[in-house]
């Protein structure tokens, strides 16, 4: 059923356009060769993948700090897996892992097809929790840029989603109001509820295989979007 009124679409970035597991497994795989880490890499990326995902909830929560996330996550993974590495190789790997994430730019399939799609009749933005340094220049380098007319992160709104305060200062920023606004993201709590909570609309981008309310919209393609708007 096509949703009525919509006048600004909000997307998050990673995960839901920009396919962030494809792209830090081959950065992974770049900085541990620089490092001449020889780790079998499929065992570090299934701990790896998990212990992120909490971390980043930590982040999200404001329990954490940037430079805790970025040490720790590592820090952990090689402990879980009892493979030694050093502290200062530890730091740099973290470095590393910022410095050359952003050179890899796969994009889930679909994705410039539907943002050509949608920019022809929605006027389109991006809300994200990642870092400041690097979603510009993700955008950039997977040349998606131009379709966005604002981009809201975490870095410049003070919090983080699902903080009401971040979708407001997006709000704001896109001189657009909630009630004609839609957020797609693939985080039930941080997109979906958090949009939902400040009065958007919203759509799961569910590639994780989530359980939602059946209330919640969802999609398995991001070209599945079309049959809402």
């Known amino acids: ?44 990326l299934s701990v790896y993948e998990p212990i992120n995902l909490d971390y980043w909830k930590l982040y999200r929560d404001e329990k954490i700090d940037k430079p805790s996330l970025r040490y720790s996550r590592l820090k952990d993974t090689f402990d879980a897996i009892r493979f030694e590495v050093s502290d200062d190789t530890i730091h740099q790997l973290s470095e590393d892992y910022i410095t050359y994430l ?7 399939e679909g994705t410039v097809d539907i943002l050509e799609h949608l920019s022809q009749r929605y006027q389109l933005h991006i809300i994200t929790n990642g870092f400041d340094e690097a979603q510009q220049r993700k955008m950039d380098n997977a040349k998606i840029s131009q379709y966005f007319k604002t981009v809201t992160n975490s870095e ?14 997006a709000l704001n920023v896109a001189n657009a109001k909630s009630h004609e606004s839609i957020m797609i993201g693939d985080s039930l709590e941080a997109d979906i509820l958090g949009a939902l909570d400040v009065g958007f609309d919203a759509i799961l981008f569910n590639y994780h295989s989530h359980k939602p309310d059946a209330h919640i919209k969802q999609i398995k393609s991001l070209l599945d979007i079309k049959l809402y708007l």
């Open 1 to 44: 059923m096509k949703i009525k009124n919509i006048k600004h679409v909000f997307f998050d970035l990673d995960h839901t356009l920009w396919d962030f597991d494809k792209n830090s497994a081959l950065t992974f795989d770049k900085i541990f060769n620089l490092h001449q880490i020889d780790i079998d890499r499929k065992q570090f």
């Open 102 to 108: 952003t050179t890899f730019n796969h994009l889930f």
């Open 156 to 169: 410049i709104a003070g919090v983080k989603k699902p903080n009401p305060v971040i979708f407001n200062y």
